[in-house]
Each structure stands twice: as C-alpha cells, then as structure tokens.
C-alpha cells in the first residue's frame, strides 16, 4: 500500500469513528477489504491526529477566515485534521506533500471550492510553520 491509499484510509476510518463514534477497530475493518495487516502509516497517521485532536483543531480554527470549526465540512474537517497532523507531527514528509495529498483527497471527497479553501487553510498553517523556523 502506497502512502496515498494510506492517507485514503486513514480518512475513511477517521470520519467514520468522528461522525458516528465508531470505535477504532471497527472504522478500520470498515475500509480495509482485505485480510492483510492495516499498513503501519494508516496506524501511525490515526495515532498522531487522535492525540494532537485539540492542538490540531485550534491551529486550523486560527487559520479559518470568517468560519468557525462546527461550519467546515465533515469530511473537509476531516481532510484538514490528517493534513496539519502530518505538518505538525510527521517530520519524514515535506510540508508541500502534505497539502498536495490533502488537496488529492478533496478531489476524490469535495469540490473544487472545497480544494481551494483546504488549500487556503493549510497554505496559511505552512507559512505560520515555516516563520516560526519548524518543518520546511
């Protein structure tokens, strides 16, 4: 598994365990068809976004122009959460990849509007990381 279809996982499982409290396990049964073992990203990625949940959520509400975090989309949510996680948390993967993947996953779950506010929102967030010395 590539970390794009990791990514795409790793979404799946966490909209459905926010959206419907479904317990960790069962969200990835859910999306995961085959008999082999969750790929380590897809685990890492939920373990990092679920442990940082509230520092990610105040990082993107920062960066939310005349919005508020209840407005934003389920799955735009969703999408934001992974994106600033792996900003913030995984140091192995440039900042440029981790919103290019998030803009991906917009065009596979959103809309063209929803690609340019992702894209907004987590252009917004990297430049705040880069001037602040952290990730590049």
Same mark, same amino acid.
């Given at each position: ?42 685990? @890492? &990625?939920?373990?990092?976004? !679920? *442990?940082?949940?509230?520092? #990610? %959520?105040?990082? +993107?509400?920062? @960066? &939310?122009?005349?919005?508020? !975090? *209840?407005?934003?989309?389920? #799955? %735009?949510?969703? +999408? ?7 900003? !913030? ?48």
């Amino acid at each position: 598994m590539n970390r794009r279809q990791a990514r795409k996982m790793a979404l799946q499982a966490l909209f459905q365990m926010t959206l419907s409290n479904t317990d960790r396990v069962t969200a990835l049964e859910a999306v995961h068809d085959s008999g082999d073992p969750t790929d380590p990203f897809v685990n @890492h &990625l939920l373990d990092q976004t !679920l *442990d940082h949940e509230k520092e #990610i %959520d105040r990082l +993107i509400s920062k @960066h &939310l122009q005349n919005w508020s !975090l *209840d407005r934003v989309g389920n #799955i %735009d949510k969703t +999408i934001l959460r992974l994106a600033v996680c792996e900003i !913030l948390y995984l140091d192995d993967i440039p900042v440029t990849v981790s919103v290019n993947e998030a803009v991906e996953l917009c065009k596979i779950y959103s809309d063209e509007q929803t690609r340019k506010f992702v894209n907004g929102v987590l252009s917004g967030i990297s430049k705040e990381i880069d001037a602040e010395g952290h990730k590049k």
